[in-house]
């Protein structure tokens, strides 16, 4: 950690505060010419794995995971997608094991799963629901539009925003792949929160023929969960083996049952988009029109 | 628009005649029963009888494939098409290259040649089952097709041929895979054209077979969703099943050849046979039985439509029409009100459990008939039809109260 600290002494920062961590990555709050970022740390070991073969497998994969990250980051841009801060990439060397670091712009905010604890039964009006929504399809559809699948959409990858320019910002692109020949991760990490997967993400050989409609699913799970304040298959706690089961066979609750007060034409596409079978999901631009009329 | 003339052999006056008096909205013709300059005066013919009838020429490319076979039955196709047909092996299609340039040839002489405002888009038979090579070039045809359509600035009036034969429906899940794949590759056309090879009503694989009849729905319906137009061609029995799926339009013939989809039709089998005896299809059976049949059953059973064409079976005509125009007048007739009941009701789902209800009546009217054994495959018929529902459904993902 003095290592870190070291370099981003030399960067003229300094860490304020720890805001959370997931998976191999830790993210700070930092401060830097008088501006607030956020600091994500990547470490590239596992602690526990005494195969070195594996260890160096491991690390190129979250080196690999990482570098895609920034990557996409720069080539998508965009108002409602995270943007990367004055830290560039970089990899370091501490106590002799590898870190890849780098910083995002600092959003002030809550993550929309905060958003909903917090709702409770207070229940957001349609109009938020629908700005998250069409937020949410547009950047689908740069996503498609750049061939790349986000695989992790969630309310945890959403922050909600005071700022109403931007009212929501996705972030977290760590498991996201270009169709366009990035390699994929490898099967070390099972890509995605299983809650929020697509049922078609289970099969084994998914990869090859993934595409944006897992991404339209998660999403429309992130927004059913945020206008009815529960998840439209999954009970707030089960099992993951409950989990994986539901996602297979139990069909989504209906958006009208739970919002009687939300257009019924809105309602209808979300239950399109839950669909299991992707073929059953609206298209994009058929989505996006529909949302425009409302 | 959603009953067409499936265009073929004989037309005659029919098409007019149905046009004119509103039993069908316009017509597939089929390339190799009309010269191309026939072709042009028909659409003129057409369009005198009806203002803004769906015509569509159906380039029937699918039968390149039996071109070389020494019964192979072409007719115009060979004579008057050679601008974009020929012989071509599953192993010439196999390149892409080629793909190319057929579909192209295919999309350019409808848009440049016949000035055709609805396109359809050339493919082959996909046989052998859903992994063959045969799915593979179609596949190909689909993806070329779209491109090509763009090309030829002919993206929103181009539908891409579909065709598939009955072991494509062996598989159910090979079947959803299909569709996935094909919805995914978003393809910028206006729609589908879909020929399913099935035998007809007495056949081996009748048109009620629960996977091949489920399977088509659910080709409408999931395209449908997807945003696409979807045109069932030699479609005849199954239109309602197809429109409460959400199939835009339907073609039927006055021959079987024209009712059911067989590559058949493009060989010289020299089977022969008598003329078929004049059968009426009652909207409360959806059965088409023999009109002597149902002259001899009690009025009571109500198998009479009490529609328009009843006239042409129960007033005498004299000699001036063969049986089969007062047939398929009937039919047609018999077709157009049986959409709309169909799409009395709002959406797919509630389509669906509408035909549920009607099958139910069915049974009630064909129970009223079966006692004298006079319908043979009654009992077959219904249950396909109720299991095709019930599959359909489960893949559709809905809940039909039974």
């Known amino acids: ?294 | 628009m959603p009953v067409l003339a499936q265009h073929g052999y004989g037309a005659g006056s029919k098409i007019q005649t149905a046009l004119e008096n509103g039993y069908i909205d316009g017509c597939i013709f089929s390339s190799k029963d009309i010269p191309q300059e026939k072709f042009l005066a028909a659409i003129a013919d057409i369009n005198k009888s009806k203002d803004k009838a769906s015509i569509y020429f159906d380039p029937q490319y699918y039968a390149t494939t039996i071109a070389q076979e020494p019964n192979a039955k072409l007719g115009y196709l060979a004579s008057d098409y050679t601008n974009y047909f020929s012989s071509k092996t599953l192993r010439d299609l196999r390149r892409e290259k080629n793909v190319s340039s057929e579909a192209e040839k295919v999309i350019r002489f409808q848009k440049e040649t016949l000035n055709l405002s609805n396109i359809i888009a050339p493919n082959i038979l996909i046989q052998d089952g859903l992994n063959s090579a045969s799915s593979s070039i179609s596949k190909n045809f689909l993806e070329i097709g779209a491109e090509k359509a763009t090309d030829a600035s002919a993206e929103k009036q181009t539908l891409l041929t579909l065709a598939l034969d009955q072991s494509c429906f062996r598989s159910s899940q090979d079947l959803l895979d299909l569709v996935d794949e094909i919805t995914g590759m978003n393809l910028n056309v206006k729609g589908f054209y879909i020929l399913v090879e099935t035998s007809k009503e007495d056949g081996p694989n009748p048109w009620y077979t629960p996977e091949i009849l489920a399977g088509q729905m659910y080709l409408a319906y999931a395209l449908s969703q997807n945003g696409y137009e979807v045109v069932f061609g030699y479609s005849f029995l199954p239109a309602p099943y197809l429109w409460a799926a959400g199939a835009n339009s339907i073609a039927c013939g006055w021959f079987n050849t024209l009712r059911y989809f067989s590559m058949n039709r493009f060989r010289d089998l020299s089977k022969g046979g008598r003329k078929a005896n004049r059968r009426y299809l009652s909207n409360a059976t959806w059965y088409p039985m023999e009109w002597t049949q149902v002259q001899m059953l009690p009025r009571s059973l109500n198998l009479m439509n009490g529609f328009e064409t009843d006239n042409l079976y129960t007033k005498p005509q004299g000699d001036k029409r063969p049986n089969e125009e007062d047939e398929i007048l009937q039919y047609w007739d018999s077709l157009k009100n049986k959409e709309k009941y169909v799409l009395k009701a709002p959406y797919a789902e509630a389509r669906t459990q509408q035909l549920l209800e009607d099958l139910k009546r069915q049974t009630v009217a064909l129970a009223g008939i079966r006692t004298g054994g006079r319908v043979p495959y009654a009992d077959e018929m219904l249950r396909g039809c109720l299991r095709s529902l019930a599959l359909f459904a489960e893949f559709a993902e809905f809940t039909l109260t039974v």
Not at chain 1, 8 to 37: C, H, M, P, W
Request: aromatic fraction near 10%.
């Open chain 1, 1 to 294: 950690m003095d290592t870190i600290t070291s370099f981003l002494d030399s960067k003229k920062a300094k860490i304020t505060r720890y805001i959370n961590k997931g998976g191999f990555k830790q993210v700070f709050e930092i401060e830097i010419n008088g501006t607030k970022e956020a600091l994500k740390v990547t470490k590239l070991f596992d602690e526990n794995e005494i195969d070195p073969n594996k260890q160096e497998e491991l690390k190129n994969e979250l080196l690999a995971r990482s570098t895609r990250e920034v990557s996409l980051i720069k080539k998508l841009g965009g108002n409602n997608i995270v943007s990367l801060g004055s830290i560039d990439a970089t990899v370091i060397d501490a106590d002799d094991k590898p870190f890849f670091l780098y910083t995002e712009e600092f959003i002030p905010g809550k993550t929309l799963d905060v958003a909903i604890r917090d709702n409770g039964t207070n229940l957001p009006d349609f109009d938020q629901v629908k700005t998250l929504f069409k937020t949410g399809l547009e950047i689908l559809q740069t996503f498609e539009q750049n061939k790349i699948i986000h695989r992790d959409i969630k309310p945890q990858n959403i922050m909600m925003t005071d700022d109403a320019t931007r009212p929501f910002v996705f972030f977290d692109l760590g498991i996201a792949f270009d169709q366009q020949g990035t390699s994929l991760t490898a099967r070390t990490f099972a890509p995605g929160t299983l809650r929020y997967r697509a049922p078609e993400t289970l099969d084994p050989d998914y990869k090859s023929s993934i595409d944006i409609r897992s991404d339209l699913f998660s999403f429309a799970a992130t927004t059913f969960e945020f206008a009815a304040g529960v998840h439209p298959i999954h009970p707030s706690k089960a099992t993951p083996g409950e989990t994986f089961y539901r996602l297979l066979k139990v069909n989504a609750e209906q958006l009208a049952s739970k919002r009687a007060d939300f257009p019924a034409a809105f309602c209808n596409l979300i239950d399109r988009c839950l669909k299991k079978k992707p073929a059953l999901r609206p298209r994009l631009s058929d989505a996006i029109q529909i949302m425009e009329q409302l």
